[in-house]
């Protein structure tokens, strides 16, 4: 499966933005989904992530109740829903899916990623 991510972008400190992962190769419906973002200069980090079914979703503590993740299977999408922008969510943001895990891992167990949106957050 193949994963574009798109929708980052230079914005204030208390913007939104929303981004998006369109799936090519197979369809997602029965993948769970995930978000992690890259800061500059730091390792990558869970973000958000979502059940196949849609029923479940998890997050970060530090975008809880600003980011939301939401998924469309007719359009083979997830989206990330982003408020309240902080500068410190500046960070190359990306998709990944899970393709083999048996049950809902939300934080790991990720076996395609894509290739990343910058988000940029001035101050």
């Known amino acids: 499966v193949q994963l574009q991510a798109s929708g980052g972008g230079l914005v204030q400190a208390g913007d939104s933005l929303r981004l998006s992962c369109a799936a090519s190769?197979?369809?997602?419906?029965?993948?769970?989904m995930g978000w992690f973002r890259q800061p500059p200069g730091k390792e990558r980090e869970f973000v958000a992530a979502?059940?196949?079914?849609?029923?479940?979703?998890d997050y970060a503590n530090s975008v809880k109740g600003r980011f939301t993740i939401s998924r469309d299977n007719a359009k083979n999408t997830v989206h990330l829903q982003m408020n309240s922008l902080k500068p410190e969510d500046t960070a190359v943001y990306y998709c990944?899916?899970?393709?083999?895990?048996?049950?809902?891992?939300?934080?790991?167990?990720?076996?395609?990623w894509g290739q990343g949106t910058l988000v940029t957050v001035s101050s």
């Open positions: 190769g197979r369809t997602i419906s029965r993948y769970n």
């Open positions: 979502i059940s196949w079914s849609g029923g479940s979703t």
């Open positions: 990944a899916a899970d393709v083999s895990s048996p049950s809902y891992t939300p934080r790991y167990g990720y076996d395609y």
